[in-house]
């Protein structure tokens, strides 16, 4: 009499299946992928952790320093001058948006391009130009005085020279999504809205501005962040925020204390972007994202054009204008005074040195996390993205101190090295490479690769010869962001250079803080050259796509 085996009850299938597969579904090419993305993702994790533990260290004095009303007042003036500037950009971003998208308003497409200029210039490079224009004793003040008598100028240091200089450099985050979003609107809604008896200003303030609300709710997040992670500005304007008050206590050396404050403002930019998710909700805007089916119409400004003109020119002016003339005149000041250039060579090189160096390796850890995120989806790929962009919420102050506490400690030799000042690199702006690699690969349809493994192909093989050539746009254009902000990049680099390596950003900073104006001016307009160049080849490269 034969017997059959016994069949598995069907509860214990799916177990036995998962032991038996295991083999087979964790190959060594996805155990090495995994590896990879949690050995970036826990560096990421590196500066937040070791900033609490070393805040810890201080015991009752971080609760007494916590309680001290100095410690709040920080906190105040931190929080106050990020919602102001965010507020400021947002009355000058909407406006802007909609005139040079919307109106008839006379060199709207010239205002377009050059309203989005001072992003390449750095806060600590812009406010040096401002303040050197508008102190007390400015190039205004020089240039009034014969036609006025007036021998001093109001002060713009403080807290209004730090919230005109930040608005005046960050504005463009908000009008950039604007711009995109007010071009992708359907002018359907505006037309059903005007047949219903609602006026320009209705229609915009009930129809137009709440189809606006994700663009500029993305724009206001990263104005928001780029305050609080901003040392630059506020230190020349002598306004203090934490990052100012963060670097005069690692200076004094209280480093426990440097890093109980860092923490806090870790802290503060999560708790930000917390807010922002949560204000943003589960609100369906499709429309936004759909493109129009046809151009929308330029609404004629009729008696408001020339207003309109004025407002768009005076916005120029000050953003980009301004500082260009100021930067091109002690520029010429200097060459004309006998200013020495000599240390520009070694300080450039050493700029994009650094820089490109860090370009290459964040995109290297960012991709691994990126094809995890796209190609293997699941509840552990999905905390991997959020960890990612998370890092963005992090200081450049704070991971710098949190690096030199952890150079100091536990690896010496990686102290004062090169190989810091990139890993902070790389910490600081991974979130930009994944996202441009996310992008490209979630363009890469997955079919492409799973042929090329049924014929043969070896795992390696299929990333080398397919997936890596195909998304090569979003590896440049995550390269060029990374190199684009690691060049501006200046507390990190303050912090974590070389002993005795100068880069174009320590050069205009040291200059600056000596109040040696004309002597900034040449690495500051190199330091600018250098910046715009990625963003060049990203606007070319768009327009050819458009084409």
Not at 101 to 111: A, K, N
Request: charged share 10%; proline share 6%.
């Amino acid at each position: 009499m034969s017997t059959t085996p016994a069949t598995p009850s069907p509860s214990s299938q799916p177990l036995r299946d998962q032991f038996l597969t295991l083999p087979q579904r964790l190959n060594w090419s996805r155990m090495l992928l995994w590896a990879m993305a949690l050995t970036v993702v826990a560096t990421l994790l590196l500066p937040p952790i070791y900033l609490t533990l070393r805040a810890f260290e201080a015991g009752s004095a971080a609760v007494s320093a916590l309680t001290r009303p100095s410690s709040w007042a920080i906190i105040g003036r931190t929080t106050l001058l990020s919602l102001s500037v965010t507020a400021a950009s947002a009355l000058i971003a909407i406006p802007l948006a909609w005139l040079t998208v919307r109106s008839d308003v006379p060199l709207r497409r010239f205002w377009a391009v050059i309203s989005a200029l001072p992003l390449v210039i750095p806060s600590y490079v812009g406010a040096y130009l401002y303040a050197s224009a508008l102190g007390p004793n400015g190039l205004l003040q020089q240039l009034l005085e014969p036609i006025t008598g007036i021998t001093r100028l109001p002060s713009i240091y403080g807290f209004w020279g730090a919230l005109f200089t930040l608005t005046m450099l960050s504005y463009p985050y908000m009008l950039l999504g604007a711009q995109a979003a007010l071009r992708r609107m359907d002018p359907t809604l505006e037309e059903i809205a005007a047949s219903l008896g609602l006026n320009r200003l209705q229609t915009f303030l009930r129809v137009v501005l709440p189809q606006l609300r994700p663009a500029l709710g993305a724009g206001g997040l990263l104005v928001a962040l780029y305050v609080l992670r901003d040392f630059g500005a506020v230190a020349i304007m002598r306004y203090d925020t934490f990052t100012r008050v963060i670097f005069q206590q690692y200076r004094s050396f209280d480093r426990i204390q440097a890093a109980f404050f860092a923490l806090l403002l870790v802290c503060l930019t999560l708790l930000l972007v917390a807010l922002e998710m949560k204000t943003r909700g589960r609100a369906s805007y499709d429309l936004v994202g759909v493109r129009a089916t046809r151009a929308p119409t330029r609404t004629a400004l009729g008696a408001w054009r020339w207003p309109a003109f004025i407002f768009c020119a005076a916005i120029a002016s000050l953003g980009m204008l301004l500082p260009a003339t100021v930067l091109l005149y002690w520029l010429g000041r200097g060459l004309l005074g006998g200013e020495s250039l000599g240390m520009l060579g070694p300080a450039t090189w050493s700029a994009l040195g650094s820089s490109v160096a860090g370009a290459v390796v964040t995109v290297i850890a960012a991709l691994p996390v990126a094809m995890l995120v796209v190609r293997q989806p699941g509840r552990l790929s999905a905390l991997l993205e959020r960890l990612t962009y998370a890092a963005f919420a992090l200081p450049g102050i704070a991971v710098a101190l949190a690096l030199v506490f952890f150079g100091i400690t536990f690896a010496r030799w990686l102290y004062q090295s090169y190989a810091m000042l990139i890993l902070a690199y790389m910490i600081l702006f991974l979130p930009q490479a994944f996202g441009a690699l996310h992008t490209a690969l979630r363009q890469l349809h997955p079919s492409l690769e799973e042929s090329a493994r049924s014929l043969g192909r070896r795992p390696i093989q299929v990333f080398f010869q397919i997936t890596l050539p195909l998304i090569r746009p979003g590896i440049i254009a995550g390269a060029s962001l990374v190199f684009l902000t690691a060049m501006k990049e200046l507390p990190a680099t303050l912090l974590l250079a070389p002993i005795g390596v100068r880069t174009l950003a320590t050069e205009v900073w040291t200059a600056v803080s000596e109040a040696y104006f004309t002597r900034a001016a040449a690495p500051a307009l190199l330091l600018i050259l250098c910046s715009s160049l990625p963003l060049a080849l990203l606007s070319v490269r768009e327009q050819k796509q458009h084409l």
